[in-house]
């Protein structure tokens, strides 16, 4: 970041003071004095300026005083690194206070704010690289409007201040800051201090922030977390601490590293891959009020899935806290290594969805980020796609023979004899219809699975052709859906593309295609794979635009 003119630095900064409590979080921003190096010239509270915010500095009997509603009337709080020093005594003396503000217990904010941790002294390595995971960690901190977000380093230790044993910050400050009711912190405070680091989250506030920056500062890491709630993430690794309970792929090699987190996050906005855990869809938007589904897949080293893995799920940002549901209810994953969680969107704005498993000894948390919108974005999106359609050729688990016939339609009623399918570009909108049927020449309907929820889907526009009338922009769907077949639950993949028209038009017939996958879930064998094959009768159709 450059440099600010020392005047216009200087006028963004209030030193002293007694903080007024109108509960009202607006651009500004509280350092506790002692924490930092320099007061009103420190390296966080350069950066918080050069961000927007009006800096206030307090000193130790200021902020031990001060009441939820008077933290809340900040929407950055900084605890910041006075050149590998302790973090001061006060601020686990008033910790309640402030984290009453921070998680919107009480203070008058409606929202829960960004957390970062950091557990390493980046004043004193700042040309090594500390200045840029200051920087960026103010960026993350202060980003969530109408909150109290909390940039919170312990620096070179977090003293056990009142000598029970358990340093002070980890024992009265990090329970107050999740919202995981099975919530357990642990610290190392005597890990390596001169080993290697790996980055494993990101959020849009790191992008400029890589392994290479945290690596080579003589000493790097000076307290690390090896336990932390599910709804926090672990930004940073050590990677050669005794013990590897954190594990999850790094941002720059897309490697899987293991270690103990030193540096956390917490919040909207976060990134975060695992070597054996992903969830699906990663992002999505949808209206307020409606409901929402992941797909957590857990699978082993060599990529098969694994079962009997229990997953947990936290709901950060504008909806935290909101409780879910899953399936398998036990939350643990099913033969084809799924479990799925669901839960409604109360509030406008963006949610992470935190996901975490321990598996081998080892945890790994992976994230998917959800907008909600009021009024639903401009109305629904009744986007689909739609037809009744035969796919030619192809394997399946019953019998390799050619001439394989996949017919895609729907269920329909009674009334109506050629039922087209119905999949729309939106999972959560309802109404969905789809059947997939197959056999061999002398009995094409011989198999039959139904669709009975669909899970995710994604509606997306290929350069390949043109959709042609109706008119659509988009040409190709795909979708995951459970399904029921012969009494027994099966997954139903799907990739439709309509291509538009052929020489005389539509239909587009062999220019439309079409791939299934069908698998059974107790089991994960797989039913029906049909990889992409032209529609060699009837017709596919995209139809709508974006709302």
């Avoid at 919107?104 to 002294?121: E, F, H, M, Y």
């Avoid at 855990?277 to 990663?282: E, G, M, N």
């Avoid at 350069?463 to 995951?480: M, V, Y």
Wanted: charged share 20%; aromatic share 6%; glycine share 12%.
């Amino acid at each position: 970041m450059a440099l600010l003119a020392l005047g216009v630095l200087l006028a963004a900064l209030v030193i002293g003071g007694s903080p007024t409590a109108k509960a009202e979080t607006g651009k500004k921003a509280l350092i506790l004095g002692s924490s930092v190096t320099g007061g009103a010239s420190s390296t966080e509270a350069t950066e918080a300026a050069g961000d927007g915010f009006t800096v206030t500095v307090v000193d130790d009997a200021t902020w031990g005083a001060m009441t939820a509603a008077q933290f809340a009337d900040y929407q950055l709080v900084v605890v910041g690194d006075p050149t590998c020093g302790l973090t001061p005594a006060v601020v686990s003396q008033n910790a309640t206070a402030l984290a009453d503000a921070v998680m919107a217990r009480s203070g008058g904010n409606s929202k829960v704010g960004n957390r970062i941790l950091i557990g390493t002294d980046p004043r004193f390595h700042l040309g090594q690289g500390g200045n840029k995971l200051i920087d960026t960690g103010i960026a993350f901190a202060g980003a969530t409007d109408g909150a109290t977000n909390l940039y919170l380093n312990t620096t070179c230790q977090d003293r056990d201040w009142d000598a029970n044993g358990t340093p002070d910050v980890q024992d009265k400050l990090l329970p107050l800051l999740t919202i995981d009711p099975s919530a357990t912190w642990t610290q190392n405070q005597g890990p390596p201090c001169g080993g290697d680091v790996s980055l494993i989250s990101n959020a849009a506030q790191f992008a400029t922030l890589t392994s290479s920056d945290l690596r080579g500062w003589g000493c790097s890491v000076h307290e690390t977390f090896p336990q932390f709630p599910t709804d926090w993430s672990a930004l940073a690794i050590a990677t050669d601490t005794p013990t590897a309970p954190t594990c999850g792929t790094d941002v720059d090699s897309g490697a899987a590293r293991c270690g103990e987190a030193y540096v956390l996050i917490a919040g909207s906005g976060i990134v975060s891959e695992a070597p054996n855990l992903s969830l699906d869809p990663p992002e999505a938007t949808n209206p307020v009020g409606t409901q929402h589904t992941v797909t957590a897949t857990v699978t082993n080293p060599d990529d098969t899935p694994r079962s009997g893995v229990e997953v947990s799920f936290v709901v950060t940002g504008a909806n935290a806290g909101a409780s879910g549901t899953c399936v398998p209810a036990d939350c643990k994953t099913d033969a084809s290594g799924n479990v799925t969680f669901t839960y409604t969107g109360a509030a406008a704005g963006d949610d992470t969805i935190n996901a975490a498993i321990t598996i081998d000894g080892s945890r790994q948390t992976a994230t998917a980020a959800k907008t909600w919108v009021e009024g639903g974005g401009g109305g629904p999106d009744d986007r689909e796609m739609t037809g009744r359609a035969w796919l030619y050729d192809g394997p399946n688990s019953y019998n390799n023979n050619k001439g394989l016939r996949v017919l895609v339609s729907g269920v329909g009623d009674a009334s109506r004899n050629r039922k087209r399918a119905h999949v729309f570009c939106d999972a959560e909108r309802g109404g969905d219809d789809l059947q997939i049927s197959w056999g061999f020449v002398a009995n094409p309907t011989k198999y039959v699975a139904v669709a009975t929820d669909v899970t995710s889907a994604a509606c997306s526009d290929s350069p390949a052709g043109s959709q042609g009338a109706p008119a659509a922009d988009f040409d190709t769907i795909e979708a995951t859906a459970q399904g029921v077949m012969a009494g027994e639950a099966v997954t139903i993949k799907i990739k439709l593309a309509d291509r538009g028209e052929n020489a005389t038009g539509e239909p587009g017939r062999r220019r439309d295609r079409g791939s299934i996958e069908i698998t059974r879930n107790s089991d994960g064998a797989i039913l029906l794979g049909k990889p992409e094959r032209f529609v060699g009768s009837g017709n596919l159709d995209a139809v709508g635009i974006a709302p």
